[in-house]
T-cell receptor, first 108, second 111 residues
Framework: QKEVEQNSGPLSVPEGAIASLNCTYS??????FFWYRQYSGKSPELIMF????GDKEDGRFTAQLNKASQYVSLLIRDSQPSDSATYLC????????FGAGTRLTVKP | EADIYQTPRYLVIGTGKKITLECSQT?????MYWYQQDPGMELHLIHY???????EKGDLSSESTVSRIRTEHFPLTLESARPSHTSQYLC??????????FGQGTRLTVV
């Protein structure tokens, strides 16, 4: 089992819809969780971090953390074509470990 | 804004050449990383460092080497480049418990 697993995708949603990206992790003791966005040919950039159970909202983005079930998700409301990118989940398991990423396409 | 820099951004080099990819950060981060990433594929950790004079190999077997003589500098060296080394190389740095910051990457092509 990989330490950080993401839904394989690719994920395609229409413009204006909610995109839901999921991530599970293996270490119950993990404390820090991050979502990165990576445009094609570019470097990953941080969009959200969450440390506590529950929801954390930032504009159109909501991160959700459930430590008991060992999953973290990212919701993107009112998806825009500019949201089309690969989204990487990262979890601090000892050191920071990245998932393989989920490619999201938002169709106009 | 992240202060981590990679040079060169693009490099085309012949087989057998020795190359060094540079990575510097001005944030005073103790932890630094090198990742290899092919287009559309996941990040693969090839080397990391937790401080000066500390270097470790990552999950992906690599023919490269690294050094960490100064906190801010973490160069990656390929002694003899091969076409199989063609990829994007990303440098990152962080300090606990914060996130990793990435450089802009070096796109390497070995011909």
């Amino acid at each position: 089992q990989k330490e950080v697993e993401q839904n394989s995708g690719p994920l395609s949603v229409p413009e204006g819809a909610i995109a839901s990206l999921n991530c599970t992790y293996s270490d119950r003791g993990s404390q820090s969780f991050f979502w990165y966005r990576q445009y094609s040919g570019k470097s990953p950039e941080l969009i959200m971090f969450i440390y506590s159970n529950g929801d954390k909202e930032d504009g159109r983005f909501t991160a959700q953390l459930n430590k008991a079930s060992q999953y973290v998700s990212l919701l993107i409301r009112d998806s825009q074509p500019s949201d089309s990118a690969t989204y990487l989940c990262a979890v601090k398991i000892g050191d920071m470990r990245f998932g393989a990423g989920t490619r999201l396409t938002v169709k106009p | 804004e992240a202060d981590i820099y990679q040079t060169p951004r693009y490099l085309v080099i012949g087989t057998g050449k020795k190359i060094t990819l540079e990575c510097s950060q001005t944030m005073g981060h103790d932890k630094m990383y090198w990742y290899q990433q092919d287009p559309g594929m996941e990040l693969h950790l090839i080397h990391y460092s937790y401080g000066v004079n500390s270097t470790e190999k990552g999950d992906l077997s690599s023919e490269s080497t690294v050094s960490r003589i100064r906190t801010e500098h973490f160069p990656l060296t390929l002694e003899s480049a091969r076409p199989s080394h063609t990829s994007q190389y990303l440098c990152a740095s962080r300090t606990d418990p914060r996130e990793a910051f990435f450089g802009q990457g070096t796109r390497l092509t070995v011909v």
